[in-house]
């Protein structure tokens, strides 16, 4: 105790004592509760029984974030290789690394690159060069949809109706695409899910993605009713099966991205969104030359 209150102002944190060898080694952590708490003649020895949570300083800032939630502590030490005692980091900094996680996974879900913390200060020119990279790429994916578009020129021009219910129906395929991403990136985020278990998500994913198609079928084909009856079978087969095979990529995106060692949040909204958007234009116009005659 006599050491504690000669060093204890100068330390960052006294809710844990870090009992160390003469090599600095850590033999133990114990909490100023139950020191404070133990009897007056017990030897500190007595009170340890050798197990405790740390990190190592070669660690990354992720496995910091899910040591600290697995153990819920309030500061964590850092060890060498050797188990030598280097410092501690506590629950402040990890709350400051967490919220750049966030931002950072933030930005890439928007497809959006190392951006300053405040856009009042940052360069026009970083502005501009932050966003570019991505847009410039999703403007020759989505080339594929012209080109797909193109292909099935006849059939637009025998059912001029049809244009009318492809914006809804591919923003359909894409926004349910970047939900199921977004709950996936933040559930391999928190840990709950592995990538071994994509497997067990796909069924659940086709159920759920096969309600709501249905559910958004039946508020487009009251609209198909009466701006034009000839094409309604199309329109909400398509949507069933846009809003279905967007889930799907969204789902699947996250995890081949992290099995490649590439960061989650990569598989972002716009990428999911190019990709279902292609799927639609050709699901939809492929239905519409088998279903309709022409």
Request: with cysteine.
């Amino acid at each position: 105790m006599l050491i504690i209150r000669q060093h204890g102002k100068d330390s960052e944190t006294l809710n844990v004592i870090y009992i160390i060898d003469s090599h600095w080694k850590l033999i133990d952590d114990i909490t100023i509760k139950e020191l404070i708490l133990a009897n007056p003649n017990d030897l500190v020895k007595n009170l340890i029984n050798e197990r405790f949570a740390s990190l190592n300083a070669l660690d990354d800032q992720e496995t910091a974030i899910s040591v600290f939630k697995n153990y819920d502590r309030v500061a964590l030490p850092v060890l060498s290789e050797e188990g030598v005692l280097l410092g501690i980091v506590t629950f402040d900094d990890i709350m400051d690394v967490i919220e750049e996680e966030s931002t950072e996974d933030f930005h890439k879900f928007g497809s959006i690159q190392n951006v300053s913390k405040n856009p009042l200060k940052e360069r026009i020119f970083n502005l501009y060069k932050n966003r570019i990279v991505w847009l410039v790429l999703l403007v020759f994916m989505n080339i594929f949809s012209g080109a797909a578009l193109e292909n099935f020129e006849d059939v637009i021009q025998s059912f001029v109706a049809l244009v009318f219910f492809l914006p809804l129906l591919i923003d359909s395929g894409g926004n349910a695409g970047s939900q199921s991403a977004t709950l996936m990136i933040r559930y391999l985020a928190l840990g709950q899910i592995q990538i071994s278990d994509w497997y067990k998500l796909i069924g659940r994913e086709l159920l759920v993605s096969f309600m709501l198609g249905i559910t958004m079928a039946i508020s487009i084909a009251a609209v198909a009713s009466f701006r034009a009856p000839d094409v309604i079978v199309v329109v909400c087969i398509a949507m069933v099966l846009n809003v279905m095979l967007g889930s799907i990529i969204g789902l699947l995106l996250p995890f081949i991205f992290t099995k490649l060692k590439i960061d989650a949040a990569t598989a972002s909204a716009p990428l999911v969104t190019s990709l279902a958007d292609i799927c639609g234009v050709l699901i939809y116009f492929s239905l519409a030359s088998s279903l309709l005659e022409f």
